[in-house]
Nanobody, 113 residues
Framework: QVQLVESGGGLVQPGGSLRLSCAAS????????MYWVRQAPGKGLECVSM???????GYTDSVKGRFTCSSDNAKNTLYLQMNNLKPEDTALYYC???????WGQGTQVTVSS
């Protein structure tokens, strides 16, 4: 059974940092493209980052230089390091393998003073 479990969200002040984690089970995620997707209040889904099995990662323009996606294949865990957070980063963040219909439950990130 495939499971994706995110953690690490919370409330942070502008300019602060958070690291999200996504623990995967039921498959070897290094064999698949994995995504971090967010949904801000009242808005649609936005792909924040994607990472391939070789560690190559891509980012949406609004987070380039601030967010870093990485993986620990031995732990089957995906990470999203988020630095210099802005209020517009406030959203529910999902770890996903959307091409196969697998999504985590999401972790809330709120950036506010």
């Amino acid at each position: 059974q495939v499971q994706l479990v995110e953690s690490g969200g919370g409330l942070v002040q502008p300019g602060g940092s958070l690291r999200l984690s996504c623990a995967a089970s039921g498959f070897t995620f290094s064999r698949h493209l994995m995504y971090w997707v967010r949904q801000a209040p009242g808005k649609g889904l936005e792909c924040v980052s994607m990472i391939a099995g070789d560690g190559a990662a891509g980012y949406t323009d609004s987070v380039k230089g601030r967010f870093t996606c990485s993986s620990d294949n031995a732990k089957n865990t995906l990470y999203l390091q988020m630095n210099n957070l802005k209020p517009e980063d406030t959203a529910l963040y999902y770890c996903a393998r959307p091409q196969s219909g697998y999504w985590g439950q999401g972790t809330q990130v709120t950036v506010s003073s």
